[in-house]
């Protein structure tokens, strides 16, 4: 803004141009007796930005070198000094401005008979542009989200590349945070693109309602009865695989009988197997997507759980012949292995309550966003077991008591369950230097299992609070869904009886 566009109207006309601010600031030296002193000297952050008290209720600025601006209630005093070293900020672009339209795209009002320029914006994020401004080191505000902060800076056109790292390195974090976050909102979208958008017919209506019961526990009585089977068949599937593994029935397996214990528990096998089945294909029906219902991570652990007993059916029930057979030991031998190895994939059922434990959901999250932690934890481990193993190996072999210590690949095993805290005491240093050794890769392993916990930790709480921000999103969004249709179901009960009243009182015409 120039001056021949804007003059200025002087309120203090007998103060030189340098001081009228310092006189407008100190109010209470006006009513002190005694001799008027000499005015302070500012130092040079007071000279490239300056707050307006509340007391001051008009002061004369000159916009041949300063600007007056309100944000939020709170004034400020820039030099246009301050400014031209940020030409492309929101401030300095005022400089140019040469008629009332120009201003008002640039603030939301303006004051010509005070020279002032308002703005509906934030003070406290304002105040932290100032010290920037006159100091030159931008910061975030705690008590501030990272990301209104960052649209504040947007409006002001300061760079974020001017805050101190801490603080960029915290908005960049928040970020990524919030593009992962549309990508799975784009990515739901998108599913439910792919679907009917107006579902009439009663095939779409069952669907709708076999996904609620599968998916969603919390949709109702069917679904929370759905989920209740589900985990109690897991349960049993864990009980009977525990009971297998008892000293009688493997006796009884390697000698190829079948007692009558032995059958119930396959039995009981076959109907949580038949459940496991059944809830697949209802799963997989209700998909919309099947291409991606394969992809899912739950969904393949499902196959890998349910496989293994119709694979040992196909291979118990082998119709070769023993003439066929190289060798019928050998051949029961690896029938036998197989079939120990398919059914302790069994196990895999429990996986299966993550889709019903949050705690489950929360743990798998935050395993997938700590990926770079968890790397970062490894090579730690890698490169302290690679040092310690040497070291223990030549204290061990240099004193004379080797006993454990064979070799240096020997001793990795070692510094493994050392340095995570677990000693089984199976291979124990003897020797005093050996002993050194331990203490310090048992303390160097607790520094280094502690380092990005408190980051694994952060991830899981924030994990967890967000899906069960979702849940506690759809089960309101269910809780509305059920009263729109209970009240729709009112209105057309309130339109029969009018119409049932309407036939009863109107009079009867007789033709």
Known sequence: MTSRAMPIASR??????????????????????????????????????????????SPTVDLKKEILVNVGGRRYVLPWSTLDQFPLSRLSKLKFCRNQ????????????????????????????????????????????CVLSFQEELTY??????????????????????????RREEALQQQGEACGPAVVTSRWGLFMNWLRETVENPQ????????????????????????????????????????SQKCYYIFIVETVCVAWFSLEFCLRFVQAQNKCRFFQGPLNIIDILAISPYYVSLVVSE????????????????????????????????????????????????TVRRCTREFGLLLLFLCVAITLFSPLVYVAENESGRVLEFTSIPASYWWAIISMTTVGYGDMVPRSVPGQMVALSSILSGILIMAFPATSIFHTFSHSYLELKKEQEQLQARLRRLQNAATASEHELLNDVDDLILEGTTSPIKYG
């Open 219 to 258: 949709s109702g009585l069917p679904g929370k009865v759905f989920a209740c089977l589900s985990i109690l068949f897991v349960a049993t599937t864990a009980v009977s695989l525990c009971v297998s593994t008892m000293p009688d029935l493997r006796a009884e397996e390697d000698k190829g009988e079948c």
């Open 156 to 181: 002001w056109g300061i760079e974020e590349a001017n805050l101190e790292k801490c603080c960029l390195q915290k908005l960049l974090k928040k970020l990524e945070e919030l593009a992962e976050l």
């Open 318 to 365: 082998d119709p070769q012949e023993d003439d066929d057979r190289p060798s019928g030991s050998s051949y029961l031998e690896k029938v036998g292995l197989v079939l120990r190895v398919l059914r302790a994939l069994r196990i895999l059922y429990v996986m299966r309550l993550a889709r019903h434990s949050l705690g489950l959901q929360t743990l798998g999250l």
């Open 12 to 57: 203090l006309r007998g103060l030189h141009p340098r001081h009228h601010h310092s006189s407008s600031c100190s109010p209470l030296s006006q009513l002190l007796p005694g001799p008027e002193e000499p005015p302070s000297i500012k130092g040079v952050y007071y000279q490239r930005a300056q707050k307006v008290s509340a007391l001051d209720a």
């Open 101 to 144: 339209e120009e201003i008002a795209q640039l603030c939301d009002d303006y004051d010509e008979d005070n020279q002032e320029f308002f703005f509906d914006r934030s003070p406290s994020a304002f105040g932290m542009i100032v010290s920037f401004l006159a100091a030159g080191k931008l910061a975030l505000l705690r008590e501030m």
